[in-house]
């Protein structure tokens, strides 16, 4: 394959941010875990993949991954990788003391 391929793919990039999973409550983690979200998410046994879109591409009925979605689109964010081993994000509430994936 030449460079141009490489140049090609990157036109299809689309922003990702990595986030600790305690940003979500208890039942949006088991909703996510259960691969039930009200929006388009891939679980995963860490966290998980949630599509946010841009624009938004839905507004999910849970609140706390609502405002999340908020700060995303604001940012230009595509992707969220939801992660138990990820940083916790200045501003975003977090849930720690709640259950984590079971």
Same mark, same amino acid.
Request: hydrophobic share 40%; net charge negative.
């Given at each position: 394959?030449?460079?141009?391929t490489a140049?090609n793919l990157?036109?299809?990039?689309e922003p990702?941010?990595a ?5 979500l409550t ?7 875990a259960a691969?039930d979200l009200s929006?388009?998410a ?11 879109g /841009?624009p938004?591409?839905s /507004?999910?009925t849970? *609140?706390?991954?609502? *405002?999340i ?5 604001? *940012?230009?964010i595509?992707?969220?990788k939801f992660?138990?081993?990820?940083a916790?994000?200045?501003g ?11």
């Open positions: 394959m030449d460079n141009s140049k990157l036109q299809h990039v990702m941010a986030l600790s999973i305690t940003h208890a039942s949006t983690r088991q909703k996510l691969d929006v388009n891939y679980p995963n046994e860490y966290g998980g993949f949630v599509y946010v /841009v938004r591409y /507004v999910p849970e *609140a706390d991954l609502a *405002a979605f908020d700060v995303a689109e604001q *940012a230009g595509v992707w969220l992660d138990s081993d990820a916790g994000i200045d975003l509430p977090i849930y720690e003391g709640e259950s984590p994936i079971s």
